[in-house]
């Protein structure tokens, strides 16, 4: 489909590149964080399971406009204005945990003993509200345009790694609190 004169393969690979770029600056924050909490005496946990998470975002960063262009999937304006909305949402609560943890935030478990968890923001909603976000990013950027095999394979992976992730960090959290 063409957008005011632009094919709208075009403007999602764009859209895509851009939540890229995003993740990018994320992981020069992360490492910056990450370096801040192991001068706090932080320990990481689950180092196993992290190139498996690199790995699978990296992926998917590139699936899903290959899935649109490979597969000529259709923009369906209406679907691509609900995703592109939830996409927003999902972003800005990362936002919230990022601007919520400050330097504690990283892309590892890390938990420095003796500190309390963060109780604030949007962890008086959920404990693990940055995986809310990934789990509506991994289904609702691929559906921008239609990329519904993308959405599925990666909802379906994500979920399976963030159960490991989770289960990690729940542990490292109630060790952190005994220390």
Known sequence: MVIDGIDSRLLFCGLVGLVAAERLAELALARRNTRIA?????????????????????????????????????????????????????????????????????????????????????????????????????VALPLVHTAWLTALVFGLLGGMLLRVRIRVENEALARAARS
């Not at 309390?116 to 959920?126: D, E, N």
């Open 38 to 138: 192991l001068a706090h005496g932080g320990i990481e946990s689950g180092r196993g399971h992290y190139p498996w998470m690199v790995a699978l975002h990296t992926a998917f960063l590139f699936a899903a406009p290959l899935e649109v262009l490979a597969l000529d999937r259709p923009f369906v304006p209406s679907l691509a204005a609900a995703m592109a909305l939830v996409l927003a949402l999902a972003m800005g609560l990362r936002g919230w945990v990022i601007a919520t943890l400050s330097w504690r935030w990283t892309t590892r478990v890390i938990t420095i003993p003796g500190l309390a968890p963060v109780t604030g923001g949007p962890f008086r909603f959920s404990r693990h509200p940055n995986y809310v976000a990934v789990m509506l990013e991994f």
